[in-house]
């Protein structure tokens, strides 16, 4: 049985969560096809889909700090403003101005939200509850990434962009109203050292942790992947003269497939051996899709890659979670969860720029098959944590 306050705050968070992940997977859809109706080509469309990574790559362990001080009502309220406020910046200033406002603005408070709401699941449980909790949580994000695709593209089709952006901007404001229903510890700040939670202290925590390690070198080799499938994907569907409605329906079903799988984390985990096993395998599956997507044109092996690309990442992300939470002390959590997203927002912010330079000169089908060669090198450097990571997971099962 659940408690109440802890069903009560992963409701809330689930509901805030989704709109705003609804809104951002809209956005995936919506910036490129934007940016081709202003003309723009591979190379700036990459730097535009960079812009939201900025912010988050420079600030994200002193958020999370933050996040840990403030306590997570505030920032989750503050993180929904900011998700309102992006589209509606794009629909009130159209062209190249509005699309980097929007991207920033959003950028900064998806982050916000995203650090908050992993926080406070992050101590509502250990071991397979906190698996179960976290992909509670990562199902409810994949719903909102599953449904925003499939209605951007509609949307496109039928009233244009300006209208899409309207629409984004009212379903953020969901996220805003969700933070006022958190209770308990969620309201609360609490006191950090600086030495706990700054830039070195978070170095000395990834040196010396391999749950760290292990964690931040698996999402940010899906990350990458997950970058260069968001980028690329509606522009070389578009160039196969495909429409909006189809290339958000494409975009949806790797959703779909992240959302099936992981309300069934704790027992997909144990399946496959562990969480160890586990990772090597999602992120294998994730490179391997990755590096084939860019040879297919026909609808239907790419919805087949899409699913396997969806699988891996609902199996690794919300488990890179787990594995973070429990390897690391309640002080330095939320910074320690603020690496991990500037590891993510790092090669998301890197992936559009360096694939998209790529594509302008080669192919799309080149660009694809580069960014899973990337995703094959982190599942390398994962494979090489795997001995110290399970002997690190035996002693602190004895703790």
């Not at 190379?43 to 988050?56: D, N, T």
């Not at 910046?89 to 650090?115: D, F, N, R, S």
């Not at 300006?162 to 006022?180: C, D, E, K």
């Not at 294998?284 to 699988?311: K, Y």
Request: with cysteine; charged share 10%.
């Amino acid at each position: 049985m659940i408690h109440k306050d802890v069903l009560r705050n992963l409701v809330a968070i689930c509901i805030g969560l989704t709109s705003a992940f609804m809104v951002q997977s809209m956005l995936l859809v919506t910036i490129p096809l934007y940016a081709l109706e202003l003309g723009a080509s591979p190379v700036m469309i990459g730097s535009i889909l960079s812009v939201p990574y900025i912010l988050p790559l420079i600030f994200a362990i002193p958020l999370g700090a933050a996040v840990t001080r403030i306590g997570g009502v505030k920032v989750i309220v503050a993180g929904g403003f900011g998700m309102t406020m992006g589209p509606l910046a794009m629909w009130l200033v159209p062209g190249y101005t509005g699309l980097i406002i929007c991207q920033l603005l959003v950028g900064v408070a998806h982050i916000l939200m995203v650090l908050a709401a992993q926080s406070i699941i992050a101590g509502l449980g250990r071991g397979k509850a906190l698996e179960q909790y976290f992909g509670w949580y990562a199902t409810c994000l994949s719903g909102g990434q599953l449904v925003g695709p499939l209605w951007a593209g509609y949307m496109i089709d039928t009233d244009g962009t300006r209208s899409t952006f309207a629409v984004m901007a009212g379903i953020a404001l969901i996220s805003v109203a969700s933070g006022f229903f958190l209770t308990g510890a969620a309201r609360l700040g609490q006191a950090t050292r600086k030495s706990m939670t700054g830039f070195r202290a978070q170095g000395r925590l990834l040196k010396q942790n391999s749950g760290v390690q292990i964690s931040i070198a698996t999402t940010v080799a899906v990350m990458f992947a997950m970058g260069a499938y968001g980028s690329f994907l509606p522009v070389y569907l578009e160039s196969l003269s495909i429409s909006a409605t189809m290339i958000g329906s494409l975009v949806s079903l790797r959703a779909f497939a992240s959302m099936a799988i992981r309300p069934f984390m704790a027992p997909t985990i144990s399946l496959l051996g562990g969480r160890a096993a586990a990772m090597v395998i999602s992120v294998g599956l994730v490179g391997l899709a990755l590096c084939l997507t860019g040879f297919f044109e026909n609808i239907v092996p790419l919805g087949v890659l899409a699913l396997a690309l969806g699988v891996g990442s609902g199996i690794s992300q919300p488990l890179s979670m787990v594995v973070l939470a429990e390897h690391v002390d309640a002080e330095q959590r939320a910074g320690a969860l603020g690496m991990r997203l500037m590891g993510n927002r790092g090669v998301q912010f890197s992936a559009p720029l360096l694939l998209g330079v790529l594509a302008e000169f080669t192919s799309f089908t080149v660009t694809f098959l580069v960014a899973g060669v990337v995703v094959f090198i982190g599942l390398a450097i994962i494979y090489r944590l795997v001995p110290g990571f399970k002997q690190r997971e035996r002693d602190l099962a004895v703790l």
